[in-house]
């Protein structure tokens, strides 16, 4: 069984560590990157780690994980609550998918309470800041192993 899991990230993530630090943290996107790496070469995973603010690039990305990686975590940031698109791809990625926010999305505006991703997921995580990515690649290692 492959070993890759595939990480990615929505909108307006690119400008995390400047974009409201108070909500999303001082870490950048790239700080994210480098420990998810370091997670996977711990765990013995395959990481590759992407940042899109184009749907259907993002779509493309879901789509070639079939077949391929043992699982995808994504942050979908504004597309968790607005796109069908890309919960439909997940679906027919047929991949085991993580969902993962900085934030706890449930204790912000009403609007964000609602996820397309949530409940086509093995697991969500969210408010954990960028230590969600880590916990979800644990899980990860753990169904993989199992």
Request: net charge negative; charged share 20%; hydrophobic share 40%.
């Amino acid at each position: 069984m492959t070993r890759t899991v595939l990480i990615l990230n929505g909108p307006n993530l690119n400008m995390l560590g400047t974009r409201e630090p108070a909500t999303y943290g001082h870490e950048t996107l790239d700080d994210i990157a480098d420990m998810c790496r370091l997670t996977g070469e711990r765990l013995e995973l395959q990481v590759e780690f992407q940042q899109t603010n184009h749907e259907g690039q993002m779509i493309d990305w879901i789509h070639q994980a079939r077949g391929r990686c043992a699982g995808i975590i994504i942050n979908p940031a504004a597309w968790t609550h607005t796109s069908v698109a890309i919960r439909d791809a997940l679906v027919a990625s047929e991949v085991p998918v993580i969902e993962v926010h900085l934030s706890n999305v449930h204790a912000r505006e009403t609007f964000r309470h609602h996820s397309y991703v949530s409940a086509i997921a093995v697991g969500v995580m969210c408010g954990f800041g960028s230590n969600g990515y880590r916990l979800a690649l644990e899980h990860f290692a753990q169904l993989i192993k199992a």
